[in-house]
């Protein structure tokens, strides 16, 4: 294949790159050195909910728990809640941690894992989802549903398959796995129901695609396989990952009036779109635009 020019990525991706590395390297130290599954995971979950308290408006705060509506039913315990801070009471908050939440003061509920499987995305997901939506609101907007792992168990093809396979009823808006770069929105206008990339962007010199073979060494763990894991790799590109991310984010709050995230298009349109596309039951598919 062609290499790739030599273009400096504008500093917004360079930006995301860095912090994206960072959750990374956190999430896999604190994997080698923790035994106990529900540390790690509290780690895991703390790790995000910084990111998205710097990042967030001050109209929005972040914290985790169940959510409730006014018939009594109850979410699943959540990871990280996005909730209103300006235009809702705190209807319990007299106690020293605020763990429960009415479904309306809610915008956004987070799944977060650190390394996603099959069973998570197939058993546990499908089932928080539809307990999450079955909640009942006053409002017509109910608090959107996403995923972020920070790895998976398996590689981009398979992990995209598993959120293709999921039943209508039990899809997440959006997901991220961070070590992949590997993001999927919900698309009702799809037959696959998502729309999974993989942004990837070469550095001056390289080619788009190298055999796993050619590669090694520290740079390795910056690849992944397009397809098939002994196949052809990508240098991902993580930054472009976490701005989709934030960006879904940002939307979801910019629908319901508590930001507004029109102005970051125009940092997305500078960031490499170079991407693999994941279709339901095809080979990927590797747009260079």
Known sequence: MNSSKPITPPAV??????????LRIESQEIAG??????TRGTADENSIIKVLDKVLPPSTRVSNGEVIDSDGRI????????????????LFGQTADELIFPVESVLLAIEVKGNLSKADVQKDIVEKVRKHYNLNSSHELRPVFAVFAHEATSHPRTVAKWFHDLPEDAR????????SALFGIHNSNSTD???????????????????LAQLGG???????????PTGQQVRVDHGAGMLLFIKAVLDVLSERGFADAAWLERYLDKVSTKRIRYVKDNEPVMELQ
């Open 13 to 22: 991706q360079r930006y995301w790159n860095a912090v994206s590395n960072i």
């Open 33 to 38: 050195l923790v035994n106990h599954i529900g």
């Open 75 to 90: 979410s699943a315990q959540m990871d990280a809640l996005v909730l209103s801070n300006t235009s809702h009471p705190v």
């Open 172 to 179: 997440p808006e959006f997901f991220l796995v961070n070590d």
């Open 193 to 211: 129901g998502y729309q999974i990339v993989m942004p990837f962007a070469p550095k001056a010199g390289e080619n788009e695609a190298m055999e």
């Open 218 to 228: 520290f740079e390795a763990q910056f690849w992944r396989p397009m397809n098939l």
